[in-house]
């Protein structure tokens, strides 16, 4: 009898563990990492970004996503393939808080507002009279570096945003986590960093002048 007793007392443990050891697998399973809250941030940032997009003013990033802080600059570089004038964008790290960001690439409303100081000098003072020069390596040498020089007018050195409402963006990035880096690689090529040159970002071209070569199509009666 005692063995019988001994017997049933141990299968009732045994049922007992199985049934914990069961619970406490399917909790294992079902058990999920939490988001921490710089993600739950970042999904809500995601969500109202998509409500942005390229040929948008800056005021309207800013109604949706305003800044935590004044973004940092880093202006227009002159960057010249094949012979033709190029442009990386100016691009600015758009801090939504201490832990999420944004990189944005801008058309400038106003280039003159990141100017380099020495360049307006440059253009405000007349150039001296000089006598015609022999073309030697020197001196062409010389003549590249000044054209580079025009080209590059722009600050070099990571700026303060202007945040002029009127720039128009070119790109944005997704939302980041990470810590942004103090210089950052630029995201766009363009022909035109600022609205000044002619062609405005998310407008339709204006026809330009027909070229002397063309020849207009024959009239048919």
Same mark, same amino acid.
């Given at each position: 009898?005692?063995?019988?007793?001994?017997?049933?007392?141990?299968?009732?443990?045994?049922?007992?563990?199985?049934?914990?050891?069961?619970?406490?697998?399917?909790?294992?399973?079902?058990?999920?990492?939490?988001?921490?809250?710089?993600?739950?941030?970042?999904?809500?940032?995601?969500?109202?970004?998509?409500?942005?997009?390229?040929?948008?003013?800056?005021?309207?990033?800013?109604?949706?996503?305003?800044?935590?802080?004044?973004?940092?600059?880093?202006?227009?570089?002159?960057?010249?393939?094949?012979?033709?004038?190029?442009?990386?964008?100016?691009?600015?790290?758009?801090?939504?808080?201490?832990?999420?960001?944004?990189?944005?690439?801008? &058309?400038?409303?106003?280039?003159?507002?990141? @100017?380099?100081?020495?360049?307006?000098? #440059?253009?405000? !003072?007349?150039? $001296? +009279?000089?006598?015609?020069?022999?073309?030697?390596?020197?001196?062409?040498?010389?003549?590249?570096?000044?054209?580079?020089?025009?080209?590059?007018?722009?600050?070099?050195?990571?700026?303060?945003?202007?945040?002029?409402?009127?720039?128009?963006?070119?790109?944005?990035?997704?939302?980041?986590?990470?810590?942004?880096?103090?210089?950052?690689?630029?995201?766009?090529?363009?022909?035109?960093?600022?609205? &000044?040159?002619?062609?405005?970002?998310?407008? @339709?071209?204006?026809?330009?002048?027909? #070229?002397?070569? !063309?020849?207009? $199509? +024959?009239?048919?009666?």
């Amino acid at each position: 009898m005692g063995t019988t007793r001994t017997l049933m007392v141990s299968m009732m443990r045994a049922a007992v563990a199985a049934v914990l050891c069961g619970a406490g697998f399917t909790s294992c399973a079902s058990f999920q990492k939490e988001k921490s809250g710089a993600e739950l941030r970042k999904e809500g940032y995601e969500a109202l970004l998509k409500t942005v997009k390229a040929g948008m003013y800056r005021r309207q990033l800013y109604a949706v996503l305003p800044p935590c802080e004044k973004p940092k600059a880093q202006p227009p570089s002159f960057c010249g393939i094949g012979g033709v004038t190029m442009y990386w964008a100016h691009q600015e790290t758009h801090k939504l808080d201490p832990e999420c960001h944004l990189t944005v690439c801008y &058309q400038l409303k106003n280039g003159g507002e990141y @100017r380099r100081r020495n360049e307006w000098a #440059l253009r405000t !003072t007349k150039p $001296p +009279a000089t006598k015609p020069f022999a073309l030697t390596p020197d001196t062409i040498d010389a003549l590249l570096k000044a054209e580079a020089f025009v080209l590059t007018e722009f600050a070099e050195d990571e700026v303060p945003s202007k945040e002029n409402p009127d720039d128009i963006i070119m790109s944005i990035s997704g939302v980041h986590l990470t810590s942004p880096l103090s210089k950052q690689i630029p995201m766009e090529i363009t022909i035109s960093p600022t609205q &000044q040159q002619g062609f405005i970002l998310g407008r @339709r071209t204006e026809k330009g002048p027909d #070229l002397p070569m !063309t020849v207009e $199509p +024959a009239k048919t009666r």
